[in-house]
């Protein structure tokens, strides 16, 4: 089977390819949706398990995959070394079936993987699969033809266009849409990317009031 992403060897180390400080995306969503019992979090593209493990600690019930075997080997031992539980499992982002429903779905640095043909039906999935009131928070890099291609740009990823991903959104409320172009350091060369960034609340239909805005 050809290998679909290098990073199943890039994880193969023993220490941790991205270390173990958890991303700032985690802050952003315990203040979006704290941590409660019974809350529950999807981690999609987990890695190595920096972020799944820190929601863990915060007490969300964490469920988390990625695609290679060593990522999960090593999410599932940064939880033991944790004293945490997680759900972690191997799974691939274009056909992934889980039977539960979340109040945080996220994903970052791995939408770019999903087959053109897969965009669509995974965001009616993610969306359906979120509870009332719950979060998705989502990021990729979007094209850009005054940014050169990174130079550690994975064989499976597909840069996006501005905007592409906003669009799957328009029925929920935007708690933030941003674009930004900074600097980057992986693989030792510095380099740029740009970056779209949605985060994205589901309210039921018909429930936003004039008494909710003046709370
Ligand atoms: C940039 S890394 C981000 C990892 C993690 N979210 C983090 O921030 O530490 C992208 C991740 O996507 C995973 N990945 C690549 N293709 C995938 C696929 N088809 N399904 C699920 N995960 C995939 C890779 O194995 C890798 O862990």
Redesign the pocket.
């Known amino acids: 089977m050809a290998l679909?992403?290098n990073?199943e060897k890039w994880y193969e180390t023993e220490d941790y390819f991205?270390g173990t400080e958890p991303?700032e995306l985690c802050q952003e969503l315990i203040k979006l949706v704290p941590p409660a019992k019974g809350v529950k979090v999807l981690d999609?593209?987990?890695?190595?398990g920096?972020?799944a493990v820190f929601m863990a600690k915060q007490g969300y019930d964490v469920y988390a995959?990625?695609?290679?075997v060593n990522?999960i080997a090593k999410t599932r031992r940064m939880a033991k070394e944790n004293n945490v539980e997680i759900n972690a499992f191997i799974?691939?982002?274009?056909d992934f079936e889980i039977d539960e429903e979340f109040d945080i779905i996220y994903?970052?640095?791995?939408i770019q993987?999903l087959e053109d043909d897969r965009i669509d039906g995974f965001f009616r999935k993610v969306k359906d699969m979120t509870r009332p009131g719950g979060i998705n928070w989502f990021n990729v890099f979007v094209d850009k033809p005054f940014i050169p291609l990174p130079p550690d740009w994975d064989e499976?990823e597909k840069m996006w266009p501005t905007g592409k991903l906003f669009s799957y959104y328009p029925d929920w409320k935007f708690e933030r849409v941003d674009e930004t172009i900074f600097e980057c350091h992986s693989s030792g060369i510095p380099h740029v990317h740009c970056m779209d960034v949605l985060v994205a609340r589901k309210y039921p239909k018909e429930t936003i009031t004039v008494e909710d805005l003046r709370k």
């Open positions: 679909k992403t990073y991205w991303a999609i593209g987990c890695g190595e920096k972020d995959f990625d695609i290679t990522g799974a691939d982002i274009n994903s970052t640095g791995t993987y499976g």
